[in-house]
């Protein structure tokens, strides 16, 4: 007989999550995730000058601010056939890429990292053990014995004034952390790091944006004037600091962040093989060198692969009516032409339609609709998406980058190609990908700073600027790799403004419920068949979705079953 | 002389969730004395930390659901992210993980909070409640009172 189990909140993620999950003999034979707050940003979009959407759409939630800014301005820009200029085009790949740097090492670090690592065992660790490790994994400078062992000073005067504080959701004690106390510390000392340089991250932000947390962007470019001499303007001065973020980004995410993941995943072997869920995996691909469009000039390629066959990437098509399309079946909403149809999201609806229990519930109903979120399906098929999907869809492509790294790693961990469809895979593609692209802001800035330097101080075509310029009607997508996966926009625009906006975001991927198939999405997937230790204390749950880095706010929102609005705060 | 920073928190986008946010584009239009800064904060997050420890005094202003009338606007000193109301911005990595964030690195700014009623959060929108709307005033002068207790 199976016992139902419940994790609500899933804690340390932005936004509302539950997991139901059976589990017999200590196994999960079956998971149920379900977004308990709804989203309804393409309401205020509605009626809005598509050229101030990004500004609001940038408000779905706090973490990922400017990537849904971003794709808002490719969407309206595709809608009206605008070609920014190449300056726009490597100031807004810095900024993304910026984001997805700072994103990856929060999410390590302070979001995951205390699945895996005990803060409290790392008080009773030698400091003189952590200084020799750290110097075996890495040529990072602060590995002193003296280093270590006041961090663990730190961190215990911290512990006794403010009782664990940001280290109070953890599950200490559990059989299932394995590292020994001086690796404990070692992480430790990297989450307090990892705090510092985030900080620096986030300048590039500001630098070309303006501001921060919701910078600038522009329908036609980017909103910030080069001039290399002018002290107000984006100028030598300035950039030359760009370039100091990047290689102190790039230092931390090659020797701090990499080594890390490496060296934890080499004390949980057995999550190698846990955890890998779905066999479908899709990418937008994203970082273009060229114009945005110019697929051939992507960093990060575009394609599915399906049953992880990767001698074959399937191709993806924004525009298939039957490609990318979003049911309703399990989910509280419903379309005009019922629950069972699929619709493209250019032809998307969001018209709510709770039928889930009454709280205060033991149980969702899993017989009938039981998530605020979407279940987005290519082509019929469930797909995972995420740094995990970008690295099997890039190693698939034969790039070289991709495959050295990746090849380089597993060697490391001594685990064949197929470790990567695991949690541990999951986590190790997102530190793999944090070094790609910190060695890919290098690329981009040097192609913006030579562009410059060769007289071209082009950010903005203001072409179609003017409202008068545009069609009666126009129809677009804008798409990005953000950090947690494909990211789609769908604008309509009809006399001068927006008639329907639909975005289809990662984590609907990846945390929808079944579609009319029964079919699993990522989450679900990905649970079955893990053990559980103490069904009491399911940390084995909590590793495999946070793997993920599930980001619900912007997959849903604020929004409880009785209908009335909610803020989960007492979620500890 | 101490650096204030005014920070506005909340979601622009659900009514008044976003109050904060609504004060401190008012207080933009506002001339303000010399270092003092003004700031939309969002629904805040760990990665604001750098921007917030180059003040010595932040003055937080967010909306919160409680048994007050809508548009009550009152003062808070917390210490601990667990002092604070059940803020609107406080999700699960914001506001909080914010605050503990500086806590742990023992680098955290003096911080005041103002906190506003709220009624309608329960339809997305742009615009505050009447209530809330009419206590724009109130949240200014409340902060004006502590920048002159924070002055002398």
């Known amino acids: ?315 993806f098509d924004p525009t298939d009516m039957d490609g990318l399309q979003e049911f309703v079946n399990n989910s509280w909403y419903k379309y005009t032409e019922g629950k069972n149809v699929g619709l493209h999201p250019s032809v998307g609806e969001t018209v709510l339609d709770y039928t889930g229990p009454t709280p205060p519930y033991e149980y969702l109903d899993v017989d009938k609709p039981y998530s605020w979120i979407k279940t987005p399906r290519y082509k019929g098929m469930p797909m995972e998406t995420g740094p995990l999907a970008r690295f099997i869809v890039g190693y698939a492509s034969g790039n070289e980058q991709y495959r050295e790294i990746t090849d380089r790693c597993l060697a490391h961990l001594n685990v064949p190609l197929e470790a990567v469809y695991s949690t541990v895979g999951r986590t190790l593609a997102r530190a793999m990908e944090a070094s790609l692209v910190a060695d890919w802001m290098g690329d981009f800035y040097r192609q913006l700073l030579s562009n410059i330097k060769s007289g071209d101080y082009r950010m903005f075509n203001n072409t179609y600027w003017e409202p008068s310029t545009w069609p009666k009607k126009a129809q677009g997508y804008g798409l990005t790799e953000a950090p947690r996966g494909s990211l789609a926009h769908y604008v309509d625009i009809s006399d001068k403004k927006v008639a329907r906006y639909q975005m289809v975001v990662p984590t609907t991927w990846n945390a929808s419920p079944r579609d009319t198939k029964g079919q699993h999405s990522a989450f679900e997937a990905s649970l079955i068949g893990t053990p559980v230790f103490d069904s009491s204390v399911p940390l084995e749950i909590i590793r495999t979705i946070h793997s993920f880095d599930p980001c619900l706010a912007c997959a849903v929102h604020l929004y409880d079953e009785k209908g009335s609005f909610v803020h989960q705060l007492d979620c500890m | 002389m101490s650096k204030i920073l005014v920070l506005g928190l909340g979601n622009l986008v659900l009514k008044d969730e976003g109050v904060g946010i609504h004060a401190v584009q008012r207080m933009q239009r506002d001339t303000l004395s010399e270092g003092i800064d003004i700031l939309d904060g969002g629904t805040g997050g760990i990665f604001m930390i750098g921007t917030l420890q180059q003040y010595d005094h932040v003055i937080m202003i967010d909306a919160t659901l409680d048994t007050n009338p809508p548009g009550t606007v009152w003062r808070l000193k917390p210490k601990y992210s667990t002092d604070y109301p059940r803020l609107m911005s406080a999700h699960e990595i914001g506001l909080k993980d914010m605050i503990d964030a500086m806590i742990v690195q023992d680098h955290i700014p003096d911080i005041d909070l103002v906190i506003v009623s709220a009624r309608d959060v329960q339809e997305i929108g742009m615009e505050l409640s009447p209530p809330v709307e009419k206590a724009l005033p109130k949240i200014m002068d409340t902060v004006n009172e502590i920048i002159q207790e924070l002055r002398n």
């Open chain 1, 1 to 315: 007989m199976a016992k139902r189990i419940v994790v609500d909140p899933v804690t340390r993620i932005e936004g509302h999550l539950r997991i139901e999950a059976d589990i017999e003999n200590g196994i999960i034979k079956d998971a149920y995730s379900s977004g308990t707050m709804i989203r309804g940003l393409e309401i205020i979009a509605q009626n809005r000058d598509p050229r101030e959407v990004w500004a609001y759409v940038g408000r779905v939630c706090g973490v990922c601010t400017s990537i849904h800014s971003l794709c808002s301005v490719r969407a309206v820009e595709n809608a009206l056939g605008i070609v920014i200029p190449p300056n726009a085009e490597m100031v807004r790949n810095l900024m993304q890429a910026a984001l997805l740097e700072q994103d990856h090492i929060v999410h390590f670090y302070q979001l995951q990292a205390l699945d895996w690592v005990d803060v409290v065992s790392a008080l009773k660790a030698d400091p003189k053990e952590t200084s020799e490790i750290a110097q075996s994994i890495s040529a990072w400078p602060k590995s002193s014995v003296g280093y270590f062992a006041d961090i663990q000073k730190k961190i215990k005067n911290f512990m006794d004034t403010s009782k664990l504080g940001i280290f109070a959701n953890g599950y200490w004690g559990h059989p299932a952390y394995k590292l020994p106390p001086a690796v404990n510390l070692l992480a430790v000392a990297h989450y307090l790091e990892a705090l510092e340089v985030q900080k620096d991250i986030v300048k590039i932000q500001t630098i070309f944006g303006g501001k921060n947390p919701h910078p600038n962007f522009l329908v036609g470019g980017m909103a910030c004037a080069v001039n290399i001499n002018d002290p107000n303007a984006l100028n030598l001065e300035r950039l030359s600091y760009v370039a100091e973020i990047i290689e102190e980004t790039r230092q931390f995410a090659q020797q701090v962040y990499l080594p890390d993941v490496l060296a934890i995943a080499s004390y949980y072997p057995e999550w190698t093989k846990i955890g890998g869920g779905l066999r479908n995996y899709i990418s937008y691909g994203d970082f273009p060198m060229g114009n945005y469009g110019e697929l051939q000039t992507y960093k990060i390629p575009r394609g599915i692969i399906v049953d992880r066959n990767m001698s074959r990437i399937e191709p």
